[in-house]
Nanobody
């Protein structure tokens, strides 16, 4: 089992950057694929990015490709989401999630979730 805690959200102007962090408990962090999802008010939770257990493979939603970058530091039990060129439509609660293997962008595939961190992008 793994517990996840996100941080780094906040208010930023359009065009700005934020870096989200997700700290995981436990010694088995390296055994989990990690993902970032987001949910805006009145909308379904959507996939943002994911990274495999070994960091060799990363996956992105088309809407964030070339603007966002996911990375992980297995020594620190942390996964990051660097968000650049932010747009108002990126406003949402961002969640990190863990799964025993990357099985695609469906949020239902992930077993463990953090509490979320709010990202607000003003125009």
């Amino acid at each position: 089992q793994v517990q996840l805690v996100e941080s780094g959200g906040g208010l930023v102007q359009a065009g700005g950057s934020l870096r989200l962090s997700c700290a995981a408990s436990g010694r088995t962090f390296r055994l989990y694929a990690m993902g970032w999802f987001r949910q805006a008010p009145g909308k379904e939770r959507e996939f943002v990015a994911a990274i495999s257990r070994s960091t060799d493979n990363t996956y992105y939603a088309d809407s964030v490709k070339s603007r966002f970058a996911i990375s992980r530091d297995n020594a620190k039990n942390t996964v990051y989401l660097q968000m650049n060129s932010l747009k108002p439509e990126d406003t949402a609660v961002y969640y990190c999630a863990a799964d025993q293997d990357y099985r695609g962008p469906r949020w239902t595939a992930y077993d463990y979730w953090g509490q979320g961190t709010q990202v607000t992008v003003s125009s």
